[in-house]
Nanobody, 125 residues
Framework: QVRLVESGGGLVQAGGSLRVSCTTSGLVFSHYNMAWFRQAPGKEREFVAAISWRTGITYYTDSVKGRFTVSRDNARNTVYLQMNSLKPEDTAVYYC??????????????????WGQGTQVTVSS
């Protein structure tokens, strides 16, 4: 059984930092592109960041470039999202997702095979 479990969300003031983690089980982690998406109340789920299984290259949506960093630890089957200089508009439920052996990490949620349950990140102004 494949499981993706996010942790590390919480409440932080604007300008602060948080690191969210996603630990996986039941899959060969090193063969999956890993991504983070987020969904704010009343909005569609949006792509945030991704990291390639093959090259380790990272991809970001424009609004988080320079503030967020995605990384992975294949030995721990875990992907991380370090979020700095947080803004109130970053408030959302953050989800990790896994896509098997895709050439390039997709920004489309439909391309991902597995999802976590999400972790809430709230940034106060």
């Amino acid at each position: 059984q494949v499981r993706l479990v996010e942790s590390g969300g919480g409440l932080v003031q604007a300008g602060g930092s948080l690191r969210v983690s996603c630990t996986t089980s039941g899959l060969v982690f090193s063969h999956y592109n890993m991504a983070w998406f987020r969904q704010a109340p009343g909005k569609e789920r949006e792509f945030v960041a991704a990291i390639s299984w093959r090259t380790g290259i990272t991809y970001y949506t424009d609004s988080v470039k320079g503030r967020f960093t995605v990384s992975r630890d294949n030995a721990r089957n875990t992907v991380y999202l370090q979020m700095n200089s947080l803004k109130p508009e970053d408030t959302a439920v953050y989800y990790c997702a896994a896509a098997f052996l895709a050439q390039i990490p997709s920004r489309a949620a439909g391309e991902y095979n597995y999802w976590g349950q999400g972790t809430q990140v709230t940034v106060s102004s």
